[in-house]
């Protein structure tokens, strides 16, 4: 797939070092590599550390354990066996274009776009059910913690003890640092976890992924601790309304920009669009952030395969926040929703210590 892609593209060599590319291509998941691919042949350059595990790992490529630095024996077998060398600027870091250019200067040419992620676009089958999985431990991880949540505990204790269960339940490590914001904190859409104490009234917003064989997961919940106000409620109603909208809007074809709108123009008739800042979701797998990118007017439109996240929410400075978010995958007939896990409105009564969902 990738060498016909070049060839389409006149791409005669291609230096690759982002790590998940790395893994997509040939299997290797070691913290030190380059892959060398040349229309004939590929050769995975790493370090004498990784001599047993690439040899386990590594598929559809020639190994070589460097002798000093990876990148450097890469670029010089590019060097000896190519014209010219694209790589991808976005993930080159100015010492190694240093590197780069000290072997053969002129001959490394920066991608004009992306090649890899675009290729990492739609998932295979494999992929996908990799992905389902590993959508399913968070969606039983939320499962779990809920009852555990108690008005006082701290919101680093909370992601905590969900960290700690992730790895119970076979989680290789979380995908992103884990977001629990409570009180008016929950106002912050990245409010990392801090010593703020869970709240006897309010709203918890817990946004959190594992890593399962690779592939990450990628979910938020927001619930309310006490009893809520009709403003809260209704505001979370209407959240509610607008991912479910944006859910149903998800199908081939369908431009991104549009499945944006679709959760925009909910909130929008709630009078709640303003609180609404930042893009409606985001591209999922080997890493937690991919394309596409759904967000307004972006023109992407849909494949089966893709899986994307789909997570509006409204931030009301100082007061509250409420996000809901679920991956889905895009099918041949419209979506699939990958996180089934409720979404209905839940409530912790911080008195007796017990959970009540209601509709």
């Known amino acids: 797939m990738l060498r016909r892609k070049m060839a389409e593209t006149n791409i005669g060599a291609l230096l690759v070092t982002h790590l998940p590319d790395v893994r997509w291509l040939c299997g290797f998941t070691g913290s030190n590599a380059a892959l060398a691919v040349t229309p004939k042949r590929a050769v995975l350059f790493t370090d004498g550390r990784y001599t047993t595990q690439a040899r386990e790992e590594t598929r559809g490529a020639r190994i070589s354990i460097a002798k000093h630095s990876a990148l450097k024996e890469a670029c010089a ?27 053969k ?4 040419v920066p991608l004009p776009s992306p ?3 675009t290729l990492r676009l739609v ?16 969606c039983s991880l939320f499962q779990e913690i809920v009852p555990r949540m108690r008005s006082g505990m701290t919101e680093i204790a909370l992601a905590a003890e969900l960290e700690f269960l992730a790895r119970g339940m076979g989680a290789e490590g ?3 640092e884990t977001i629990v914001a409570s009180g008016p904190r929950s106002a912050l859409p990245h409010g990392h976890a801090t010593t703020a104490r869970l709240p006897r009234n309010g709203f918890v917003t817990l946004d959190f992924g594992v890593i399962l064989n690779g592939y990450c997961s990628d979910m ?18 209407a959240v509610l309304q607008a991912q479910t909208a944006a859910v149903d809007a998800v ?19 709630a009078g709640l669009a303003r609180y609404f800042t930042h893009s409606t979701g985001h591209g999922v797998g080997l890493e937690i952030h991919e394309q596409p990118r759904v967000a307004a007017r972006q023109e992407a439109r849909l494949v089966p395969g ?14 509250f926040g409420i996000r809901i978010e679920d991956m889905v995958a895009v099918t041949p007939s419209g979506a699939r929703v990958l996180t089934q896990v409720t979404k209905d409105w839940m409530e912790i009564d911080a008195g007796e210590d017990r959970t009540r969902a209601k509709r």
């Open 174 to 176: 979380m995908s992103f």
């Open 115 to 117: 090649l890899i992620a």
């Open 251 to 269: 199908r081939p074809g369908v431009a991104c920009g549009e499945v944006d709108e679709a959760a925009r123009s909910v909130l929008r008739k």
């Open 306 to 319: 893709m899986v994307i996240t789909i997570e509006p929410g409204i931030y009301l400075p100082g007061r």
């Open 123 to 138: 998932k295979d089958a494999g992929e996908l059910i990799r992905t389902e999985r590993a959508a399913e431990l968070g």
């Open 220 to 237: 938020t919940r927001t619930v309310h601790m006490g009893r809520a106000s009709r403003e809260e409620r209704a505001a979370y109603d």
């Open 105 to 108: 200067r002129g001959f490394f």
């Open 77 to 103: 077998l590019l060097a000896e066996r190519a014209r010219r060398a694209a790589f991808d600027p976005q993930h080159t870091t100015v010492a190694e274009l240093d590197l780069m250019r000290s072997v």
